[in-house]
């Protein structure tokens, strides 16, 4: 099992930036990858993007490429998902996700709401 708790959600608004960080615990020696994810109210869940842990490559939707970027600190297991230029559109539920190399994203944090006045 891993457990996923994602934080730094908030309010901001059109041009400024957030940092989410999501931290794991439990068996996190099987992590291939993490992800993060978004929902709007209304939309399906849409990928944001990746680190694969080894090797600490990354890769993102084409719509937050060059906007966010994601990196990953392995003595605290957390990874950050920085965003910058955000915009009304960014709003939504984020979730982090782990591959445990078994079936695809199986474990899921809670989500943290990132809101993007304009």
């Known amino acids: 099992q891993v457990q996923l708790v994602e934080f730094g959600g908030g309010l901001v608004q059109a041009g400024g930036s957030l940092r989410l960080s999501c931290a794991a615990s439990?068996?996190?020696?099987?992590?291939?990858?993490t992800g993060w994810f978004r929902q709007a109210p209304g939309k399906e869940r849409e990928f944001v993007g990746a680190?694969?842990?080894?090797?600490?490559?990354?890769y993102y939707g084409a719509s937050v490429k060059g906007r966010f970027t994601i990196s990953g600190d392995n003595a605290k297991n957390t990874v950050y998902l920085q965003m910058n230029s955000l915009k009304p559109e960014d709003t939504g539920v984020y979730y982090c996700?782990?591959?445990?190399?078994?079936?695809?994203?199986?474990?899921w944090g809670q989500g943290t709401q990132v809101t993007v006045s304009s």
């Open positions: 996700a782990v591959d445990t190399g078994l079936n695809g994203y199986n474990y």
């Open positions: 680190l694969i842990w080894s090797g600490g490559s990354t």
């Open positions: 439990g068996r996190i020696f099987s992590i291939y990858r």
